[in-house]
């Protein structure tokens, strides 16, 4: 048995727009559904070696990730489809994974369940019957339910549904082979499979028969005509779209089809079942099949197994203590954070730049003009070991700090408290989750608004995000804040004091991320908040080495990655800036003098206006750049210790209101020039992407200068 994750191949079907990439025809097309939190990019991850990042929080997975599997000597490919509830395509991800079963072209489809809640599960599985017979039943976390003393008769459990039933742990690998053999047997042989056929009342079904005998010619077994009967009784307009667009015209187009939809639901107009009546009956029967179902297979051994999960709940999410927790935990995290980051920096700035000498000798050895070894060392060289040893070492503490509160189960504990927020600011409750990812990196941040439903406030998400500082400002905050507020204080009080102001800054922010939110719902994004169902996940015990893992190389390194490839073309420009000079002054120097008059007004300077515009590319680089300029150095310059920064800027006239300004205006202006360009590839739209540019660069000036100017004439300095 072998794996492979690479997805290169020969062949690819294409299915209304959903493209499945196939070395060979014999390739073996497999779904994954359930609904979300059950562990089914688990599943993915396990048996195709994918990097799928995994979360014990719902929405994940909000695009089709695919990856490929050799079993047996058969190949598969298996593709992860978004969690979901339901088919009803009430969403975009249901509507996606409904797409994908009915239209994607799979061989068979396994909706993966949570064993601790499977009556909850058993719903899409009887969804998933109702398209297509060709499903196994994967019921994962069979090691919890165990813990929790729940019982499943995996057996009675196949035989009631008529479809193969497979339990496993697939955080550990137990029972995925079992699962593989009873795919390889499903798709390469016709069993004979009995699933479940729901009857739906005697009225619904001799209308859905009606419609299904027109239908039976035209679809030629594309897909099940009764299902599809009984979505044009309900009237499903999403579902006519897809159809529209897979089969290439209307089936309410075709006469025949068309006259047995109008009989059929003037049949049932005359016992007074109008068609929202009519899904609300077909929603209340697979309820009643569920609880009959799992009535008969699941023994509860210890029918409060949920109280310990409920006890903490009452903790972790009373009005009371929930918000003053999590603000706590935010303050463990930047803590441990700011001091565990120190050393490994310290270390990892003294070896790169250790290297700088060395690669200048190799510059002469090759008789290179200096111009170029200028450009190459002191420019690129410089601003890609700065920013490598001021972001490293954070993200490498921050990221499995945080993936662990995910893996948890937390996070959804976050949203859960801030939903109430959010719904006052006319935004997705869901926006919570979106934001946090943005501590870690604005553009992961971005890119998990995916998981909110409605267009309108996956925008207002994806404008506001850059309002919680990314890790790339931290360094920049956590010098300032040590430099002019906790300076006087020594060990152990300095970092307090250092992470105590950083989180209340963090605060301002998710409290402008609110406002903000707030203005563009009654303004340029009006609309009322949707409504949307969060699932409390149970907790879990966090899998530390695989959190560690995979945090470093899902996270840390591609973040640091993307960052490297935008600060080195910046460090070029910033060394010509700082090289070139027109009268006795740079580049650098005429554009700061013709900046300072506006940036004295909001309370910073010209070289720190300057320093935020070059460091666009990348935040890290902002404090270099100031040193460099401050000190005319003509390259990125490292002081020995922040006294001597302190010195260097309080010599260039910085004040304790200076230092607030800047704190400001990092926290709130622009997003850095990777988030830009992800906001652009996810809003497709230029004009999005130079308003999220714009929002929060007009914040920031109008609070600076509110703050600056109120403070000056208090007379408090």
């Known amino acids: 048995m072998g ?8 062949g690819v079907l294409s299915h209304c727009g959903l ?3 196939k070395a060979t025809l014999q390739d073996k097309v497999i779904a994954l559904a359930g609904n979300p939190n059950v562990g089914k990019s688990t599943v993915f991850n396990a048996l195709t070696g994918m990097n799928q990042h995994t ?11 695919q990856g490929k599997y050799q079993y047996q000597n058969t190949n598969f490919i298996l593709v992860d489809i978004p969690g979901t509830y339901s088919l009803m395509a009430n969403s975009a991800e249901e509507e996606i994974a409904r797409d994908f079963i009915c239209f994607g072209g799979a061989d068979a489809v396994v909706v993966v369940a949570d064993a601790t809640c499977l009556e909850r599960n058993l719903n899409l599985v009887l969804q998933t019957m109702e398209i297509t017979g060709r499903i196994v039943l994967c019921v994962n976390l069979m090691d919890e339910a165990k813990r929790k003393k729940i019982n499943i008769n995996l057996t009675a459990l196949s035989s009631k549904l008529g479809i193969p039933v497979i339990g496993t742990s697939a955080r550990s690998g137990r029972g995925l082979n079992d699962l593989m053999d009873a795919v390889k047997e499903l798709t390469e042989s016709k069993p004979k499979l009995c699933p479940l056929h729901i009857k739906y009342g005697e009225k619904i079904e001799d209308a859905a028969d009606l419609i299904e005998s027109e239908l039976d010619d035209v679809l030629q077994g594309q897909i099940s005509s009764r299902w599809v009967a009984l979505k044009l009784l309900d009237g499903d307009e999403s579902l006519l779209h897809s159809l529209k667009t897979c089969l290439g015209f209307d089936l309410l187009k075709n006469d025949e089809i068309a006259q047995a939809v109008k009989k059929a639901r003037l049949s049932l107009g005359e016992v007074n079942m109008p068609a929202n009546r009519i899904r609300d009956q077909i929603v209340t029967k697979i309820v009643r099949e569920c609880e009959d179902i799992c009535r008969d297979t699941v023994i509860f051994g210890n029918k409060e197994y949920t109280g310990r999960d409920n006890k903490i709940d009452k903790i972790l999410t009373s009005k009371l203590t929930g918000i003053p927790i999590m603000i706590a935990m935010l303050f463990g995290i930047f803590w441990l954070t700011i001091v565990g980051s120190n050393i490994p920096s310290n270390l990892l700035s003294t070896g790169l730049f250790s290297l700088e000498e060395p690669l200048s000798r190799f510059f002469e050895w090759l008789s290179a003009p200096d111009w170029l070894r200028g450009v190459l060392v002191d420019g690129v060289f410089r601003t890609l070991a700065w920013v490598i040893s001021v972001m490293l070492p954070p993200m490498a503490i921050f990221f499995p700090l945080f993936t662990l509160l995910e893996d948890m189960g937390y996070l959804p504990r976050i949203a859960f408290n801030l939903d109430n927020f959010f719904r006052k600011a006319c935004a997705h409750g869901k926006q919570s989750l979106t934001m946090c990812m943005g501590f870690g990196c604005n553009a992961c941040g971005v890119i998990g608004c995916r998981i909110i439903d409605s267009p309108r406030e996956r925008l207002i998400a994806i404008l506001t995000n850059c309002f919680v500082p990314c890790n790339g400002r931290f360094p920049t905050l956590i010098a300032i804040i040590t430099m002019f507020f906790a300076g006087a204080l020594s060990g152990a ?12 800054t963090i605060i301002l922010g998710v409290a402008m991320t609110l406002l ?7 303004t340029i994004l009006k609309g009322m908040p949707s409504s949307f169902h969060l699932e409390l996940p149970p907790y879990r015990r966090p899998q530390v080495g ?4 995979r945090s470093i190389f899902d996270r840390t390194l591609f973040v640091l990655g993307r960052a490297i490839t935008v600060a080195a073309p910046a460090g070029m420009v910033i060394w010509v800036l700082a090289n070139i000079h027109i009268g006795d002054l740079s580049l650098l120097a005429h554009c700061a003098g013709f900046l300072d008059p506006f940036a004295r007004f909001i309370g910073l300077d010209g070289y720190i206006l300057m320093a935020f515009i070059l460091g666009f590319p990348a935040n890290e680089i902002v404090v270099p750049i100031l040193i460099m300029s401050y000190m005319a150095a003509g390259k990125l310059t490292d002081l020995e210790s922040l006294s001597e920064l302190h010195t260097l800027f309080v010599n ?3 004040t304790w209101l200076t230092a607030v300004c800047t704190i400001l205006f990092t926290l709130l202006h622009w997003p850095c020039g990777t988030t830009f360009l992800t906001i652009k590839k996810e809003t497709q739209s230029m004009k999005w992407a130079l308003i999220s540019f714009a929002i929060p660069t007009i914040t920031g ?17």
């Open 516 to 522: 903000i939110s707030k203005l563009l719902s009654k």
């Open 55 to 65: 979360g014990n929080w719902p929405g994940k997975t909000v695009v089709n990730a």
């Open 701 to 717: 000036i109008i609070v600076c200068m509110i703050t600056a100017n109120t403070i000056r004439l208090l007379g408090l300095i």
């Open 493 to 504: 009080f300095q970092s307090v004091i250092s992470t105590l102001m950083l989180t209340g």
């Open 546 to 549: 695989k959190v560690i893992i």
């Open 652 to 654: 260039n006239g910085w």
């Open 3 to 10: 794996l492979t994750n690479t997805s290169t191949g020969a």
């Open 19 to 21: 493209y499945i990439e």
